[in-house]
């Protein structure tokens, strides 16, 4: 996602917040998660959904499965919990509450990574997907979406080759570690779907990496939908 997509996509999501001010006023606490998520999550949908839904990406995932309304934000409150537990007890992974769900991104630079034209799991990774996979099984009502990328260095083919090893390498590991495969969907870009300037060294480190969408699956959804009619 470009630097100009990012200011598109925050201007947008002001505006919706702003009409959104009078019904948050006088709500509660889900009740405003529930009123802010879907007047943004629309907005998020229609510009992002249209541009990387279709590709599969984690973040489309997300995007794809909003429930909306009051049972929307239960789950968003959920899904608070869990984004917190990442992020605390793995430091280096960059953790984002996206609508109803939550996208996680592990570079170079972080939690989980690969040597240079590696695609097996090394030491540190594996400690850290241990304490992702302890996590996922506290929350058992998420699916997980696993996507493998790389930059923009070398052949386009070799690129999409490696980074569906990648991908497929970390959920091997979380099937491994006691993760139900039903709740993982991998999916490989390559190089086509960078987040940051492959021209730049730091960019390219970036863009190197592995990204999860958690998302609720139909259990959670259900369950919150029949909490908010109690």
Not at 17 to 30: F, P, R, Y
Request: glycine share 12%.
């Amino acid at each position: 996602m470009n630097t100009n997509f990012k200011k598109i996509i925050v201007a947008m999501i002001a505006v919706a917040l702003l009409t959104s001010c009078d019904a948050v006023q006088n709500a509660n606490n889900t009740q405003k998660g529930a009123v802010i998520g879907t007047a943004a999550g629309a907005v998020l949908g229609g510009i992002i959904g249209n541009n990387v839904k279709g590709k599969n990406s984690a973040l489309g995932a997300v995007l794809g499965g909003v429930v909306g309304g009051v049972a929307g934000g239960v789950i968003g409150k959920q899904m608070d919990k869990q984004a917190q537990k990442i992020e605390s007890e793995i430091p280096g992974a960059e953790v984002t509450r996206v609508g109803e769900g939550i996208d996680v991104v592990f570079d170079e630079n972080s939690g989980v990574y690969f040597d240079t034209n590696k695609s097996n799991i090394n030491a540190k990774s594996k400690a850290n997907l241990n304490k992702l996979a302890g996590i996922f099984k506290e929350y058992p009502d998420t699916n997980i979406i696993v996507e493998g990328h790389t930059d923009s260095t070398g052949d386009d083919t070799y690129n999409m080759t490696l980074s569906q090893k990648r991908a497929n390498a970390v959920t091997e590991y979380l099937v491994s570690q006691g993760i139900s495969k039903s709740r993982l969907t991998t999916y490989a870009h390559g190089e086509t779907l960078p987040k940051y300037d492959n021209a730049t060294p730091e960019g390219r480190a970036k863009n190197r990496r592995v990204e999860l969408g958690i998302v609720a699956n139909e259990k959670m959804k259900k369950d919150a939908q029949e909490q908010v009619k109690q």
